[in-house]
């Protein structure tokens, strides 16, 4: 029986976007661990047949003595099961579990690239040098790791190029992959004079393109059109939103809220002015849904859309363009209905959780 385990920063992240990898596993007869921080759901794994095991880790600490004593943990951890693989997410726990795997002798080391982050939307100079040394141990961990799974093919090429991991070892699997059975379009009545309802998710950050969003609201004023913005404020995060401008304008914030299915699926056309984006999962949920969507020619988000066949791009920071095609769907409802189907054709092709999930079985079963 294979051993497999699964090595993150954030339990939630695991549960809410690994969950159908490891449970197919499960399935397929293998003893899989998730190696994670003691969270909200690091009891739930359980249920499904997987051994939650528990580290420590400080997410945003930069001391090197206490990263030395993160990675230490995790070998702790590692070192006893006796691995065949250990499947490594996001930054920290990717170049944490290449060194941890590479001295415990695990056999096969993966990493995933999920995004870049925010120090990649930065020129300032504290960003340049996290991002000079992010990449230098990029480069080390990789050069342990077997192969490295990247989920939009523009931080692939960058990583190729950068010479940040060989090119045989990178592999594109987009996204974490949407379960089609659950996310599926929902009829929608609606009077000819209701509003069109247009919804943004998103953590309420300016990277995400919330002012961009209100820009283009205010513009609209006075249409038959409705905004929405469902997200928490990130009070640790320097690029939050405050409340008092949140509150304001055309928009209506509903801040948090854990009905997002039934929230989309009222909604008519989707937005995310995101400035970068590993593969955004609300937009996948949005087109499962069969909602048109207007979001940017970002790395992430342009892996979703087709420009102009099941939505429009726009340039990043342009909040002009972004109401100009908004209003155009807001004013064409066949127009949003046939972006709409052909959003639903494309998750099915090529985002479905069962295509995702086989992608992954293939690394680790080709490895054996």
Known sequence: MKKIAFLSHLDLNLYLFRLPIMIELVKQGYTVYAIVPRGEKFALFAQHGVIALEYEIERKSLNPLKELRTIYNIYQVVKRLDLDILQNFTAKPNIYGSIVGYFAKVPLLVNA?????????????????????????YRAANAKADYC???????????????????????????SGIDTT????IEKSRESNDAVVVLMIA????????????EAAALLEGENIRFILIGDTDEGNLSCADAAFLQSGNVTWLGHRDDIQEQIAKSD????????????RTLLEAAALAKPIVTTDAVGCREVVDDGKN????????????????????????????????????VLKEFDVKIVVQKYLDIYEKSF
Do not use: C
């Open 113 to 137: 690239v999920t995004g870049l982050g925010s120090f990649y939307l930065s020129e300032s100079s504290k960003a340049r040098f996290v991002k000079g040394i992010m990449e230098s141990l």
């Open 182 to 185: 659950i996310f599926k379009p």
């Open 269 to 280: 056309i989707f937005v995310l002015p995101s400035y970068r984006e590993g593969v955004p």
């Open 311 to 346: 939505g429009f791009l726009v340039p990043v920071g342009d909040a002009v363009a972004l109401m100009h095609k908004v209003k155009e769907l807001a004013n064409d409802a066949t127009l949003r209905e046939v972006m709409g189907k052909n959003g639903r054709i494309k």
């Open 203 to 214: 953590r309420a950050i300016w990277h995400k393109g919330i002012r961009e969003y209100y």
């Open 149 to 175: 799974i990247f989920q939009n093919s523009d931080d692939m090429h960058y990583f190729i190029h950068k010479g940040l991991v060989d090119a045989p070892k990178a592999v594109l699997i987009k996204s």
